[in-house]
């Protein structure tokens, strides 16, 4: 069975509003958590690595104002996507991992984002 | 900058015929070398992880190698359940993120 699970799995809302993505560890407690998009037909960018209990980290180019990130529990992290516009449209997948990396990072199903 | 090449971009096989998709990669001292399984609209699968060269790892009809430039993920007489994408990804030994390949579309036909 999953690990890792995202709520919800499909998302429309629309331009202008703000929507929260959830990602919780299922069956161990995850310090580090990463969320990445994908678009249709292409790989998995990393947009942030999440840590419990601090700041995210977010990638060169992600705008760290537009998708916030809070990762308060060791099995719970968000991923709120602030003021969509059309182009935030998106598969949004977070991956968790035990102390830091360890050696099985397991995804999430996913969550498909369409903004109106 | 970590790299990750997957080669080739896709493959059609006929079911039964085995066949071997690779993951060059280029990274400052590797800490894990990723296998994972994706079908359409859905999060990656796990397979497998990789640690260092000569390792070799096994799930059912899927192999993965490991040399210190490349990794190779074999499939053994595939079945249509096995079509799906492959992505391989590497994690540096100073960072704990993945960084992906574009993956290997597999397509088994019956």
């Known amino acids: 069975g999953a690990v890792v699970s995202q709520h919800p799995s499909r998302v429309i809302c629309k331009s202008g509003t703000s929507v929260k993505i959830e990602c919780r560890s299922l069956?161990?407690?995850?310090?580090?958590m990463f969320w990445y998009r994908q678009f249709p037909k292409q790989s998995l960018m990393l947009m942030a690595t999440?840590?419990?209990?601090?700041?995210?980290?977010?990638e060169q180019g992600v705008e760290k104002d537009k998708f916030l990130i809070n990762h308060a529990s060791l099995t719970l992290s968000t991923l709120t996507v602030t003021s969509a516009h059309p182009e935030d449209s998106s598969f949004y997948i977070c991956?968790?991992?035990?102390?830091?990396?360890?050696?099985?990072?397991?995804f999430g199903e996913g969550s498909w984002l369409t903004v109106v | 900058e970590d790299q990750v090449t997957q080669s080739p971009e896709a493959l059609r096989l006929q079911e039964g015929e085995s066949s071997s998709l690779n993951c060059s990669y280029t990274?400052?001292?590797?800490?894990?070398l990723f296998w994972y399984r994706q079908d359409p609209g859905k999060g990656p699968e796990f397979l497998f992880t990789?640690?260092?060269a000569g390792e070799e790892k096994e799930k059912e009809r899927l192999k993965a190698t490991l040399t210190k430039k490349e990794s190779f993920l074999h499939i053994t007489a595939p079945k249509p359940e096995d079509s799906a994408t492959y992505l391989c990804?590497?994690?540096?030994?100073?960072?704990?993120?993945?960084?992906f390949g574009a993956g290997t579309t597999v397509t088994v036909r019956a």
């Open positions: 991956s968790a991992s035990l102390q830091g990396g360890g050696n099985t990072i397991y």
């Open positions: 069956d161990f407690q995850a310090t580090t």
């Open positions: 999440s840590n419990e209990g601090s700041k995210a980290t977010y």
């Open positions: 990274v400052s001292g590797l800490r894990g």
């Open positions: 990789l640690y260092s």
């Open positions: 990804a590497v994690q540096a030994s100073n960072d704990y993120k993945l960084s």
